[in-house]
């Protein structure tokens, strides 16, 4: 059973991803969970913090939408979301598409005068 945590859904815009890649741990352990789902303990193996701090993390990042996680027995898998980072993607795209169109419009501008 895969399922996401409750606010995964219901976070609006990147504003919550943002928060939760701002930390270099999470960072990190995005990156790990980029090669291969993984438990709390191969992820905890990898760093130099506690296993029940890889969980606060990693609930952080559930809770904005990155990371998913399925029960395997007594063992939680956790993944990457598949569309975890389109609020960031999104936001980050109209920012870019808005710059290009000023730009655009300034070069009009300068280009009539």
């Given at each position: ?13 990147p504003?919550?991803?943002i ?12 990156e ?23 969980s606060?993390?990693l ?19 956790y993944a990457l ?12 795209d ?5 710059a ?14």
């Amino acid at each position: 059973m895969t399922y996401a945590t409750p606010n995964a859904t219901s976070a609006p815009g990147p504003d919550p991803v943002i928060a939760a890649l701002a930390d270099p741990t999470r960072r990190a352990i995005v990156e790990r969970l980029g090669t291969a789902p993984a438990s709390v303990s191969a992820i905890a193996a990898g760093f130099p913090v506690s296993r029940p701090a890889i969980s606060q993390h990693l609930r952080v990042l559930g809770d904005a939408g990155l990371v998913t996680v399925r029960a395997e027995g007594t063992r939680r898998i956790y993944a990457l979301a598949p569309d975890g980072a389109a609020p960031l993607r999104d936001w980050l795209d109209r920012l870019w598409d808005d710059a290009l169109h000023a730009f655009a419009e300034k070069a009009r501008e300068e280009a009539s005068t």
